[in-house]
């Protein structure tokens, strides 16, 4: 093979190799907000303070 395939070839070797490893360590994106909950908060018509829902 030509030296310049072969320099391809490896190329797209190393570049899948590092595709999988990155993919098999990457750990599941957490979502922003699991944490803390939003709260919705309501007002109370009697007292007039907010509370939670």
Avoid: C, H, N, W
Avoid at 12 to 27: E, K
Wanted: avoid cysteine; glycine fraction near 4%.
């Amino acid at each position: 093979m030509p030296p310049v395939l072969m320099a391809a070839a490896v190329a797209g070797i190393v570049i899948a190799t590092y595709v999988m490893v990155r993919r098999s360590l990457q750990l599941q994106p957490k979502p922003v907000r699991v944490d803390k909950p939003v709260r919705r908060l309501r007002r109370d018509p009697v007292t007039g303070e907010y509370r939670p829902f």
